[in-house]
């Protein structure tokens, strides 16, 4: 099992900066990917970014590539978010997700956290 935890939402006005961190405990050793996704009401999930646990190789959605970094610390078993020039289009529950061996993609899920940008 491994359990994720985000924390570093709120309520920021557009062109304003959060980051968000994922705090994964348990079986980390399993974990081979970080996702980060994030749904607004009444829209579809939607896949924002990805990096791999070892190799550090990323993957950005087209709505935020250039604004957005994703990071980790293995140390700690952390993954961040670094959101810049924030817009209100990027009003959404923000979640991470854990790709594990054997569990497979997207195994396991935060709890979600809320970014809300004001224009």
């Known amino acids: 099992q491994v359990q994720l935890v985000e924390s570093g939402g709120g309520l920021v006005q557009a062109g304003g900066s959060l980051r968000l961190s994922c705090a994964a405990s348990?079986?980390?050793?399993?974990?081979?990917?970080m996702d980060w996704f994030r749904q607004a009401p009444g829209k579809e999930r939607e896949s924002v970014a990805d990096i791999l646990w070892s190799g550090g190789s990323t993957y950005y959605s087209d709505s935020v590539k250039g604004r957005f970094t994703v990071s980790r610390d293995n140390s700690k078993n952390t993954v961040y978010l670094q959101m810049n020039s924030l817009k209100p289009e990027d009003t959404a529950v923000y979640y991470c997700a854990a790709s594990t061996a054997g569990q497979g993609k997207y195994a396991y899920w935060g709890q979600g956290t809320q970014v809300t940008v004001s224009s």
């Open positions: 348990g079986r980390t050793f399993s974990i081979y990917a």
